[in-house]
């Protein structure tokens, strides 16, 4: 199984380091110098790590061959990914893989189905499941403990308490009015 743990983003200095964006919790084992990740595009790799350092706040790494900043450029945008057994889970308790959200049934704590998981969207401040429901929509659910609830791998559902208005506003403002009239 293939686990997309880095984005590579622009080259840092003349001698072929770039940065990355971290998609992974794990970087120190991810991204551990040795490492060697598929890329996409293909073309680009495999890669293998040659040293990594944090400077300023951001994981710089260098790759074997790659000597300079035009290198180092052309690697722009290429996703870095890991080969991971399957079976294999994150180490800490409340941690997952995208491949073991996928596919999830969404339900709310009182039951209600609101769809399934498709797609799961890394973004800077957090992360978003993407929810189709049975009627084609999507929905996106922010995967925070505050909403997301519980994650039973078992019997493959994510249990939501959603907020007013995040699922389906259409439904909040038709009650609304039922109430006034």
Do not use: C, W
């Amino acid at each position: 199984m293939q686990l997309v743990v880095a984005r590579i983003g622009r080259a840092h200095g003349i001698k072929g380091e770039v940065t990355v964006e971290v998609r992974t919790d794990e970087p120190e084992l991810r991204l551990a110098p040795g490492a060697v990740l598929a890329t996409d595009p293909a073309s680009t790799g495999p890669l293998t790590i040659e040293s990594g350092r944090v400077h300023s706040g951001r994981l710089l790494l260098r790759f074997e061959g790659v000597r300079d900043r035009t290198g180092a450029e052309a690697l722009r945008n290429t996703l870095l990914i890991a080969e991971i057994d399957p079976d294999e889970l994150p180490e800490g308790e409340d941690e997952y893989y995208d491949h073991q959200l996928m596919d999830l049934d969404v339900v709310t704590v009182d039951g209600t189905e609101i769809g399934r998981i498709t797609e799961i969207s890394h973004l800077p401040s957090q992360d978003l499941f993407i929810v189709e429901r049975p009627d084609g929509d999507e929905v996106m659910v922010p995967f925070v403990e505050e909403i997301v609830v519980e994650i039973d791998l078992e019997e493959q559902r994510a249990v939501i308490d959603p907020p007013p208005g995040l699922i389906d506003d259409r439904a909040e403002t038709a009650s609304s009015k039922d109430e006034t009239s």
